[in-house]
């Protein structure tokens, strides 16, 4: 079976629905050992215009977005409340929103070998530890981490290298109708939105590994 999710890097609900994805596929597994899935990863992003190399607090970024610090205030309460229900550590208080390109690019690069392990220290970066993942440092150390050889991170740090495909599958994500993240697509024809219960992703591929 394959699975593709359409993420961005500072989406919340984002990082809360894969983890519930990543349970649905341990529970399908344990049921069915033959069971065999491809995931990849589609880029998204939430705010292109987002300045490249510079971050700010994540709440200046919401309240801008949904008028005013009262509610974005909320809706950082929300989300951390679901993220703390769903088994994950969110610190949105020291969240910093940047521009995702590059670390798209390299999430591109780096698929498939590693690129389980990068989303995952993106995310742990951008939500837990509070991280600039628009810098190239930081960047080039959670690639590393992740397995990259340096030649592939060099190439997309230091050249444009992933940047056409990347404007590419961000175009062709919204010519095929995805306009909010996240977005499981299911065989290249069955597309589920938003940071779904476990249980639900358990019976569509329970459902479609059956058909």
């Known amino acids: 079976m394959r699975v593709k999710i359409f993420q961005d890097l500072v989406c919340p609900w984002c990082y809360i ?3 519930r994805f990543d349970e649905a596929l341990e529970i399908v597994r344990s049921s069915r050992p033959d069971f065999q899935v ?3 990863f589609g880029p998204y992003q939430l705010d292109p215009t987002a300045p490249e190399g510079e971050a700010k607090p994540v709440i200046e970024a ?3 977005k949904f008028g005013g610090m009262e509610k974005a205030k909320r809706i950082l309460e929300r989300v951390t409340e679901a993220a703390h229900q769903a088994g994950l550590e969110m610190n949105m208080n020291v969240a910093k929103r940047a521009n995702t390109q590059l670390a798209h690019r390299l999430l591109l690069t780096a698929q498939p070998i590693n690129a389980q392990a990068l989303l995952d220290a993106l995310y742990r970066a951008y ?3 509070g991280m600039n993942i628009a810098d190239h440092l930081t960047l080039r150390n959670l690639a590393a981490s992740a397995g990259m050889s340096s030649s592939s991170i060099d190439l997309v740090l ?3 290298f992933a940047q056409e495909q990347l404007a590419n599958d961000i175009k062709m994500a919204h010519e095929t109708g995805i306009t909010a993240v996240p977005t499981f697509v299911f065989e290249d024809q069955w597309a589920v939105s938003g ?3 476990p249980e639900f992703f358990v019976r569509v591929m329970n459902k479609l ?3």
Request: overall charge negative.
């Open 17 to 19: 629905g894969k983890s």
């Open 38 to 40: 491809e995931v990849s």
């Open 62 to 64: 919401y309240a801008a």
């Open 127 to 129: 939500f837990v530890d």
């Open 158 to 160: 230091e050249t444009d």
């Open 195 to 197: 940071a779904q219960e």
């Open 209 to 211: 590994a059956d058909a």
